[in-house]
């Protein structure tokens, strides 16, 4: 469950960790999905048995932005609500990194780091949460990013 925090208590954040998913299953199902949704069935994807016979990871792996696009349901989960906000707008990514294959199966999760707030204009607040997506039992994360978000106010 998240917290509901007025602004001011939320600038404070700027420097520490504000929050942490639950853990999400990668299975085949969600992989398949992904790659109907996106027309990319490339083997390493789609097929359990090719990719097994013929990559390094031994089984499929999710595309690296179905694990970037996860990202939504992580900050949802994880990050602290501002009081008084109207909207949020996904406002892209100034650094953006594939560390690691999420292989099917696998369960990720989201780690979140409030790394700036600046308000950029009245009623308008740009956030830079610095993003590590985890891989459990893995030492190496399937991505690393610093997102950033444009979060509007009541006026």
Known sequence: ???ELELDAYMKLVGTEIGVS???VVDQKRIDQFADCTEDWQFIHVD?????RETPFGTTIAHGFLT????????YEAMPRIKGVTMGVNYGFDRLRFISPVKAGSRV????????ATMRKPGELLSRTSVNVEIEGEKRSALVADWLGLIYFEQ
Request: aromatic residues 12%; hydrophobic residues 50%; glycine residues 4%.
């Open 109 to 116: 999760r989201g780690r979140f780091m409030l790394a700036e």
């Open 68 to 75: 970037l696009s996860m990202l939504s349901v992580f900050s």
């Open 1 to 3: 469950m998240t917290t």
């Open 48 to 52: 359990p048995v090719r990719a097994a």
């Open 22 to 24: 639950e853990w999400h």
